[in-house]
């Protein structure tokens, strides 16, 4: 299992408890609202406002979970640079660094002496 993987798993973990506070706090929203029309008026303010601790700390998980993923996502986008030598054909990838682009010289080729010149740069999602 990847690093990625278990990543993914601890964020369905967290998803799934999040949406079960949410649940649980809706929950006790509802039965304060029957505590309170059977004029159990402590009842009714500690699961009013235990609900409304819930659904507030639910929500906040949730949008930072949103957020941890999206910026997940965006880093498992890679970038790859192929360089190439039109002499021999030599070819080779490697991940992009700042200052490359197509037709830039990256030195000499190291089968023959001709120039090793960036021919692609293209970006990839990682397989699953
Ligand atoms: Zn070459």
């Given at each position: 299992m990847t690093e990625q993987r278990r990543?993914?798993?601890?964020?369905y973990a967290a998803v799934f408890f999040s949406?079960?506070?949410l649940?649980?706090?809706?929950?006790?929203?509802?039965?304060s609202a029957a505590s309170y029309s059977?004029?159990?008026?402590?009842?009714?303010y500690y699961s009013l406002?235990?609900?409304l601790m819930g659904v507030a700390l639910s929500v906040s998980s949730l949008t930072s979970i949103r957020r941890r993923i999206q910026i997940i996502k965006a880093q498992s986008i890679r970038t790859?640079?192929?360089e190439f030598c039109e002499k021999c054909s030599f070819k080779r990838v490697r991940e992009f660094k700042v200052g490359d682009y197509v037709q830039k010289n990256v030195g000499k080729c190291p089968q023959c002496v001709g120039d090793l010149l960036i021919s692609m740069i293209y970006s990839e999602t990682p397989k699953d």
């Open positions: 990543g993914s798993l601890y964020f949406l079960g506070v649940a649980y706090s809706a929950w006790l929203i509802i039965s059977e004029g159990q008026k402590e009842n009714f406002v235990l609900g790859l640079t192929v």
